[in-house]
């Protein structure tokens, strides 16, 4: 039986992996499909340092507040979320640049909303997965033979189709933004004296 449960474990483990990295591309479906024919010099727009510093002082606010300024592991964390931050952010400046876009508006959206969007969606409907099989095992371990279990098991799926909604409806939005950052990429390359 525990042979059983550890196969099923690495199914839905697998299963949840390919979901995120088919879910991060279908997001982002639109500005890949415009991204790949165009390759422009990298630059840096002083707008794309406002938005760093931005986001740099959200994550140490969520550190201060979820970890606590004096834990011994607060230096580590913010250093470990900031690194990840600076990355991210870096990967994303330098894909606008090369793919031309140049709009402040549009950058933005990629910084600051499309990315951390897809990155929370991508974990987001795993876990609550997760969390609805976690919920209905709970609820056949502590009521067996309950007839209790029938409206706690409508109840777990009535939140979990609500929490699925809202999933979709997210992810609805995370396209749309992403089709307009992808508007914004030059069919043709953009001369340096037109600039």
């Known amino acids: 039986m525990e042979a059983l449960l550890t196969i099923v474990f690495l199914f839905l483990l697998l ?5 995120m990295v088919a879910l991060g591309h279908w997001l982002l479906g639109p500005i890949n499909e415009r991204a790949p024919n165009v390759s422009f010099p990298t630059r840096f727009l002083l707008s794309d340092f406002f938005w760093l510093v931005l986001q740099m002082q959200v994550v140490l606010a969520a550190c201060v507040a979820i970890v606590g300024a004096d834990a011994r592991e607060f230096l580590a964390i913010t ?3 900031l690194a990840a931050l600076v990355a991210i952010w870096a ?5 606008l640049s090369r ?9 933005a959206a990629l910084v600051l909303f499309l990315l951390p969007a897809t990155l929370g969606l991508m974990f987001a409907i795993p876990l ?23 409206w706690r098991i409508a109840a777990g799926g009535a939140i979990a189709l609500l929490a699925l909604a809202a999933g979709f409806a997210a ?9 307009w950052v992808a508007d ?3 069919k043709a390359p953009i001369s340096p004296a037109s600039n």
Do not use: D, N, Q
């Open 15 to 19: 299963a949840a992996l390919g979901g």
């Open 99 to 107: 793919t031309g876009v140049l709009h402040p508006p549009r950058r």
């Open 184 to 186: 914004g990429i030059p």
């Open 128 to 150: 609550s997965l997760a969390g609805v099989l976690a919920y209905l095992s709970w609820v056949f371990a502590m009521h067996p033979g309950s007839v209790e279990i029938v």
């Open 171 to 179: 992810g609805w939005g995370v396209r749309r933004t992403a089709r």
């Open 79 to 81: 250093a470990v979320a």
């Open 91 to 95: 990967g994303a400046v330098s894909w």
